[in-house]
């Protein structure tokens, strides 16, 4: 059974047109990631909540946002999605603590036309 | 900080063959490594991890090795199978990174049957 799902699996958005995908998990786990992933390349780390403390990556563009309303779900918003913000979205949750693995979701792709 | 490419390094191996994927990770304090096999399409999936006190541990079919002198890692798979063709990535950790990971480029391991 699924552990981190993610929906939608796939998401079509206009340029400029905002959206939402979602996360939620069934471990329990008090630390959740949102990742970008694009084409040939490693996931880059947008953002990672540690139980309600919201951390952001330097270089995250401010037009993502999150928000994780209670443990087992965690959003990630877009506000104006630009051509370059087409990519694979990933969510990963652990237990907090060095040497916790990460384990994802399987992903959103989303395009922006 | 990684280097980020278009084109993934790339293996190609015949079934029942033995692979070796190398990693050459960044930060001396790092304590915390991780295999994560990424089929297109998916989300990354743990296959093994290991900590810094130990240079060896073996999983099922798998064997992961570190040599902290030079920084590097290794992931040995041993009688590949065409299920094992994906993107390999190894990721690092320590205790000062607030339990965030840092990926390395990724491999494309292809298994001819």
């Known amino acids: 059974d699924a552990m981190v799902i993610q929906n939608p699996r796939y998401q079509v958005t206009q340029f400029g047109k905002p959206v939402t995908l979602s996360c939620s998990q069934t471990?329990?786990?008090?630390?959740m990631y949102w990742y970008q992933q694009k084409s040939s390349q490693a996931p880059k780390l947008l953002f990672h909540?540690?139980?309600?403390?919201?951390?952001n990556e330097a270089d995250t563009p401010d037009n993502f946002q999150s928000r994780r309303p209670n443990t087992s779900f965690c959003f990630l918003d877009i506000r104006s999605p630009g051509l370059g913000d087409t990519a694979m979205y990933l969510c990963?949750?652990?237990?907090?603590?060095?040497?916790?693995?990460?384990?994802f979701g399987a992903g959103t792709r989303l395009s922006v036309l | 900080g990684e280097s980020v490419g278009l084109h993934l390094p790339t293996l190609s191996v015949q079934e029942g063959d033995n692979s070796i994927i190398n990693c050459a990770y960044s930060?001396?304090?790092?304590?915390?490594f991780i295999w994560y096999k990424q089929e297109s399409g998916k989300g990354p999936q743990f296959i093994i991890d290991?900590?810094?006190?130990?240079d060896k541990r073996q999983g099922q079919r798998v064997t992961v090795l570190l040599n902290k002198t030079v920084k590097h890692l290794s992931l040995q798979i041993a009688a590949t199978q065409p299920g094992d063709s994906a993107v390999y990535f190894c990721?690092?950790?320590?205790?000062?990174?607030?339990?965030?990971?840092?990926f390395g480029k990724g491999t494309l391991l292809t298994v001819n049957p």
């Open positions: 290991i900590r810094s006190n130990m």
């Open positions: 471990l329990n786990h008090n630390v």
């Open positions: 990963a949750t652990s237990r907090a603590g060095a040497g916790n693995i990460q384990y």
């Open positions: 930060n001396s304090a790092s304590d915390y």
């Open positions: 909540y540690y139980d309600k403390d919201f951390n």
């Open positions: 990721a690092e950790t320590y205790g000062g990174s607030n339990y965030k990971l840092t």
